[in-house]
Each structure stands twice: as structure tokens, then as C-alpha cells.
């Protein structure tokens, strides 16, 4: 049963009814500046490891704010995965003029294999680990191990979001210059080895449970003597990746590529 009783105000000694005094107000609103302080001093601290700081700070808290933080599900577009997607390739975009103009004598091949080093998601995870970004994440109602190796698992993506709140807060030259910050010094470093895309595919596809990829010929074209080939990689679940190369090898390797760049898979070369 609902208790209806209404609130009785406090009566004077003269029986005159009185309202409950502004003092009592007083630890409440104390409480409300404490907490906008303390949010303001969190969100310049994060800026101040990223080095930029923003106009619209709500852009900044999104791009920290995991899915499982937000009350409705039905509300995914105020998590990080929306600034992600723009983040990632922003990240691309710039990652490939630092290239560009880096490396003036790389072929476009060079150039691929540096930029496919340099944008995944364990690179990004590796510069959100260096800025200090893995306890800002905002979780759901996880269990303490679980919640470490879910921020663990999306540094890489919160690194993007990040990437992509501040292009939208302060333009592509805001981004170029956090990138710039962050990665050249990566950029600069000997490339790492990368393994055959085949065997990386393969290996995370047993992981996932998958069958071993499928690679069949959908064209040849050109003349004989240089022909081009057409090969698509096929897995349960996932939509087929196709590249082209000279040969068929070359082909299913690029295919390969394609598919572990696409499921954020660690990179491997397109050596023929």
C-alpha cells in the first residue's frame, strides 16, 4: 500500500506553520559544486594528457563512455563506437600524408604495409596505454577482473574515438597535430616484420572457432603472359574479401589482408 500521508510542516510555538530553513539546502547544493568540480578537474586532466582542450567537453566524455555504461541500449550512439568509426579513419587520412611526405621514395606497396602497421588496433592501444587512458574508461556494472580486460580489450578503439572527438571539436589540424604527437616517433622506427596474412587469417579464425579459410578464383583476366587474378577468401558468418594480384598466391594474400584489416585483426605483408 502507497503511504499518502502528506509532509506536515513544522509548526512555530505560536502554531504558525514555517518552512524548512535555506540552511538545510546548503549541504546539498555544497555536494552538487563539489561534483562539477571535481568532473571539470577529471576532464582537464584527460586533456591535458591528450593536449587538447575542448570546446564541447561532452564530445570528450562520449569517446570515453563504453556501451554498457549507457541506461538503454537502444541509446549505442552515445558510446564511443560512433567517434571510433570517424576516428579510424581520420587516423588513416593522416597517418598516410605523414607517410607520404616522410617517405618520398617508398612505392605504394612500402607505403601500405607502413601505413597497415601504423593504424592497428594494437598501435592504438599501445598510444591510449601511453597517455594513461585505460582508467578514464567509463564501464557498466562489471566485475573488477572482468572490467580490467574489458578496457583492456578497447584501448585501441577508445584511442580512435578520442581521435575522432577531436576532429569534430577542433578540426582536421586539431587531429593532425594529436596524431603527429603520437605517432611519429612510431613512424620513424625500423618497420616490424609482418607475417603472411594467410597464416594470421588462419590462426584467428581457429581461435574463433571458424573452419580454415576458403579461397577460390571468382576471375582471370589480361593476356597470358600477365594475366590478373580475382580471388575471394570466404568464412562462415563473415562477408567475403576479394583482392587481385598477379599471381594466385599473390591474390589470396591480398585477399587475406583485406579481410584482417576489415575484423581488426593484427596485419600481416602482401608480399607476392
Known amino acids: 500500500m502507497n503511504d499518502e500521508t502528506p509532509d506536515i510542516p513544522n509548526s512555530s510555538p505560536s502554531g504558525e506553520a514555517t518552512t524548512q530553513p535555506d540552511a538545510d539546502r546548503a549541504p546539498v547544493a555544497a555536494r552538487k559544486t563539489r561534483g562539477k568540480s571535481a568532473a571539470k578537474a577529471a576532464t582537464a586532466a584527460i586533456e591535458a594528457r591528450i593536449g587538447h582542450k575542448f570546446n564541447d ?23 564511443y563506437q560512433r567517434l571510433e568509426f570517424l576516428g579510424d579513419h581520420v587516423l588513416g587520412l593522416i597517418v598516410s600524408d605523414m607517410l607520404y611526405r616522410a617517405f618520398p621514395n617508398a612505392d605504394e606497396g612500402e607505403l601500405s604495409k607502413r601505413l597497415a602497421d601504423l593504424v592497428r588496433k594494437e598501435s592504438c592501444a599501445e598510444v591510449a596505454k601511453a597517455l ?18 574489458l578496457r583492456k580489450s578497447v584501448l585501441g578503439d577508445i584511442c580512435e574515438a578520442v581521435i575522432g572527438a577531436v576532429f ?16 611519429t616517433e612510431r613512424m620513424r622506427k625500423p618497420r616490424r616484420p609482418l607475417r603472411d596474412p594467410k597464416t594470421v587469417l588462419q590462426e584467428w579464425a581457429q ?7 576458403v579461397y577460390r578464383e571468382v ?10 587474378f580475382r580471388v575471394a577468401v570466404d568464412l562462415p558468418g563473415l562477408a567475403p574479401a576479394e583482392g587481385v594480384g598477379g599471381s594466385k598466391r599473390a591474390a589470396e594474400k591480398v585477399a587475406a589482408s583485406i579481410m ?11 608480399d607476392g
Open 57 to 79: 567537453p561532452s564530445l570528450l566524455m562520449t569517446a570515453f563512455t563504453h556501451v554498457s555504461a549507457l541506461k538503454s541500449a537502444r541509446k549505442r550512439g552515445d558510446s
Open 132 to 149: 594513461g587512458l585505460f582508467d578514464d574508461i567509463k564501464l557498466g556494472a562489471v566485475g573488477a577482473g572482468a572490467g580490467a580486460r
Open 168 to 183: 569534430l571539436d577542433g578540426g582536421y589540424a586539431a587531429a593532425a597535430q594529436f596524431v603527429e604527437r603520437n605517432w
Open 207 to 213: 581461435g574463433k572457432g571458424l573452419p580454415t579459410p
Open 219 to 228: 576471375e582471370r583476366t589480361g593476356p597470358h603472359h600477365d594475366p590478373q
Open 260 to 270: 584482417i584489416q576489415r575484423e581488426g585483426v593484427g596485419g600481416g605483408s602482401n
